[in-house]
């Protein structure tokens, strides 16, 4: 009989977008995968595609801790019902809750950190309660997976996990074959500016919009924004600000797409001020798509950007750094950004294909069902 791997994550959205690379890597290697997450409409398409789908209830943004002790009680019944051979988990309600759960169930896991999110960029009561649980729940996890070195570090340093236990991924890993160069032909003659990103301040948006701001008579430049809107998110930017910004001319809101390749294909340069990630997904996406970037020299976009090579670095949450980065760019030919591009998809394919991140993946789990 075939072992069963359960990926949990807090949207059925993300296993489709992000792990179905690693899904159909591990279902070839003769495993049965399952997905546990939140009802969507992705739900379904996992379903068409062999992937049995697990509703649980999720408030992925909510701190009442009677839910999240359901939580940990839900998540203990799906998996000794279930009986995976091996969770793994990813994003913050998993990772401490689900970790408590399969504990209970005694079911193996292995946790990926991907990003800390507001938990470590505030420090108000809610982070540090967060904190509290993840040094309780991340005791379980047989591994724990981080995107970037700085994150492992700081989990370490505050005592939040056992060294012995925790590795590095790089991110989820990029298809390069999927994202590969589009040749686009564009009759004007403006650099193209783009920023991909969920609409909330801390990636950067506001100081995005300030270094438009800087090149504003200039028509040949053009600063564009693609991302949804979050309004659960305590730094979201509402949909009233983005209009008064497109109103005084310094950008062009572009919407959402499911087709985010063409519209970075259509872009000279890709731009991402975050305040922190744990490994950009859009910036890895770019790279492979041989588009230069302006990012933030911050843990999960700095390992992206070897400055001046692929793209350039800006000084976090500084729009003039960010403008002057932008200027740069700019001024380049569009044969060197060209090759900015070439060598970032370089980087890419050497250091952040999605073969490492399953490679990484299956010796654990194998391990695991020894």
Known sequence: MNKTIAIVINTSWNIYNFRLGLI?????????????????????????LGIKHYDIE????????????KLIFDFYKLYKELSPDVILQ???????YGSIGAKMAGVPVISNISGLG??????????????????????????????????????????????????????????????????????DKRVKFLFVARLVKDKGLVEYVEAARQFLGNDKVEFCILGAFYNANPTAIRAS?????????????????????????????????????????????AASMAKPIITSNVPGCKEVVDDSVNGYLCEVKNANSLAEQ??????????????????????????????????????????LME
Not at 30 to 39: E, L, T
Not at 59 to 67: A, I
Not at 90 to 96: A, L, M, V
Not at 119 to 128: E, Y
């Open 326 to 367: 932008m200027k740069k760019m700019h001024l380049l030919s569009n044969k060197e950004r060209y090759e900015m591009g070439r060598r970032g998809r370089e980087k890419v394919i050497k250091e952040f294909d999605e073969k490492i991140v399953i490679q990484k993946y299956s010796e654990v789990i194998k391990s």
């Open 241 to 285: 600000k983005i209009q008064e910004w497109e109103e005084k001319g310094f950008v062009k809101y572009l919407g959402t797409s499911d087709d985010v390749k063409t519209v970075i294909s259509e872009a000279d340069c890709i731009v991402l001020p975050s305040y922190r990630e744990g490994l950009s997904r859009v910036l890895l996406e």
């Open 118 to 187: 507001t938990v470590f960029l505030n420090d108000n009561i809610s982070s540090k309660i967060a904190r509290m649980l993840y040094k309780f729940a991340l005791k379980f996890p047989e591994k724990i997976f981080f995107q970037n070195k700085d994150d492992r570090e700081l989990f370490i340093s505050l005592g939040l996990v056992a060294k012995n236990k925790t590795d590095l991924l790089p991110g989820s890993g990029i298809d390069t074959q999927k994202f590969k160069p589009i040749k686009v032909e564009r009759d």
């Open 58 to 69: 999720m408030n992925n943004k909510g701190t009442n801790p009677f839910e999240d002790i």
């Open 24 to 48: 159909k890597a591990l279902q070839k290697e003769g495993y049965k995968v399952i997905a546990i997450a939140p009802k969507d409409e992705y739900s379904k398409k996992l379903e068409e």
């Open 90 to 96: 990813y994003t913050i309600k998993p990772n401490i």
